[in-house]
């Protein structure tokens, strides 16, 4: 399946683009042809689990109680990450008593 997306210039909202080579992180760099200034697109479709803030917010719903398959749904990460920040976790995270003392 492939994604077409239509990038418009920030500044006067022109469909003229042409690329115009790659920024040191890696991002796509673009020239606008009508206002002829550069700028660099930020696309939606780069991946959740990249991001800085995620793990955080993973290792808080872990704590709270939420399962596995409700925080993949939720951030929409994959298992692997969910897993793997588990893994790494300082927490011990202990799983609900079925049975408690009275």
Not at 26 to 31: E, I, L, M, R, V
Not at 76 to 91: D, E, I, M, R, T
Request: net charge positive; charged share 20%; proline share 2%.
């Amino acid at each position: 399946m492939k994604t077409q997306i239509t990038i418009t210039c920030p500044s006067c909202l022109s469909v003229s683009i042409k690329k115009n080579g790659v920024k040191s992180y890696g991002k796509q760099n673009y020239f606008c042809k009508d206002c002829h200034k550069q700028f660099v697109h930020h696309l939606q479709l780069t991946y959740k689990g990249c991001q800085s803030y995620i793990d955080n917010k993973i290792r808080l719903m872990l704590v709270r109680g939420c399962s596995i398959a409700d925080i993949v749904i939720l951030e929409q990460v994959s298992k692997g990450k969910v897993l793997s920040v588990l893994a790494n976790s300082n927490h011990q995270i202990k799983p609900r008593q079925k049975h408690y003392n009275t």
